[in-house]
């Protein structure tokens, strides 16, 4: 990944969005896999070769579900 640091907070009406670009002479395709919501969209690019690196970042996306699922368990009724 280039540099870039940022933050933002995922909120339940986020939405995501793959839009995949064909290769074309004397260029690689890629992909772009978009999450957004109302002001701001992060879009990440991955070129072919970069799979494995999208499947890291699912398996990371489900694991911190996972973690919001428990907390969601213990936490106290109304708590956010």
């Known amino acids: 990944m280039r540099t870039l640091t940022t933050s933002a907070h995922l909120e339940p009406d986020t939405t995501t969005r793959v839009n995949v670009f064909a290769p074309t002479p004397g260029e690689d395709g890629f992909v772009s896999l978009r999450v957004g919501g109302e002001f701001i969209d992060v879009a990440l690019i991955a070129q072919p070769g970069c799979a494995d690196a999208l499947r890291a970042l699912a398996r990371a996306a489900e694991e911190?579900?996972?973690?919001?699922?428990?907390?969601?368990?213990?936490?106290?009724?109304?708590?956010?």
């Open 64 to 80: 911190a579900a996972v973690a919001l699922d428990c907390i969601a368990e213990i936490a106290p009724e109304g708590a956010a």
